[in-house]
C-alpha cells in the first residue's frame, strides 16, 4: 500500500518548523534540497508553499541583487498571527453587531402588522380601492380619444396632410401646364397618361 502525501496544511506546518528552527536565510533551491530530506515535503511543492506563507505574512520574501531569499523567525510569525486573529475578530463584532441591527430593524417592521381586526378590515378596504382604481383608469383608457389635447394634436396632423397633399396637386398643375405649353400636351392626355382622375384638385 503506497504511503499518502502530506496534506498542504501539514506542508505548511513543516515549512514552518524548518524556517524556525534554522532561524536562517534561504535561497529557493536551498530550500528545494533541504526540505525534502529533514521534513519530507517533496522538492516539486516547496515553491507553491513557500509562496502560500509569503501571502499569508508567515514567511518573508527579500529580492537581494538577482536572488530572492526566504526566512521567518518564531516572533515574527506569532506577531503576524495574532493581528490576523485581532483582524477576524474585529470582524466577527462588526457582524455581530450588524446582524443584531437588522434583526431589531426586522422586528421594528413587523411591529404594528399582527393580525388584528382592524388590520384585517383596513386591508380589505385597501383592496377595493386598488380594484376601483384599475377601474376607473380602464374607463378613462376608453376617453382618451375625447382628450382636448390629444383632438388638438390630431387636428394639426390633420392640417399639416393636407397642406402637403395641397402642396403636391400644385406641383403637379405646374408640371401638367409646363408640358402643355412647351409640348403641346392636351390637359386631358396628360391626366390620361398619368392615371390622374378629372376631379382631381386641392382639398378645401
Not at 501571502?55 to 537581494?64: A, R, W
Not at 399582527?114 to 386591508?123: C, I, M, N
Request: aromatic residues 8%; contains cysteine; negative net charge.
Amino acid at each position: 500500500m503506497s504511503k499518502r502525501g502530506l496534506s498542504l496544511a501539514e506542508k505548511r506546518r513543516r515549512m514552518e518548523e524548518l524556517l524556525f528552527e534554522t532561524k536562517d536565510f534561504f535561497q529557493l533551491k536551498e530550500l528545494e534540497k533541504i526540505a525534502p530530506k529533514s521534513k519530507g515535503i517533496v522538492a516539486q511543492s516547496v515553491k507553491d508553499v513557500l509562496q502560500e506563507l509569503v501571502d499569508d505574512d508567515i514567511v518573508n520574501l527579500e529580492k537581494i541583487g538577482t536572488s530572492n531569499y526566504y526566512w521567518s523567525f518564531p516572533s515574527a510569525a506569532r506577531k503576524t498571527r495574532q493581528n490576523k486573529i485581532h483582524e477576524l475578530q474585529t470582524e466577527v463584532q462588526q457582524s455581530v453587531k450588524r446582524n443584531e441591527e437588522l434583526t431589531n430593524s426586522v422586528n421594528s417592521a413587523q411591529s404594528g402588522r399582527e393580525d388584528t381586526e382592524e388590520r384585517t378590515e383596513l386591508l380589505r378596504q385597501l383592496t377595493e380601492i386598488e380594484q376601483r382604481h384599475a377601474l376607473h383608469k380602464k374607463e378613462l383608457e376608453q376617453f382618451r380619444e375625447c382628450d382636448p389635447v390629444l383632438l388638438k394634436a390630431k387636428e394639426r396632423a390633420a392640417q399639416q396632410a393636407k397642406d402637403a397633399a395641397n402642396r403636391w396637386t400644385d406641383n403637379i398643375f405646374i408640371l401638367q401646364s409646363y408640358c402643355s405649353n412647351k409640348f403641346m400636351i392636351p390637359a386631358a392626355d396628360f391626366n390620361r397618361q398619368f392615371g390622374i382622375p378629372e376631379d382631381f384638385d386641392n382639398i378645401d
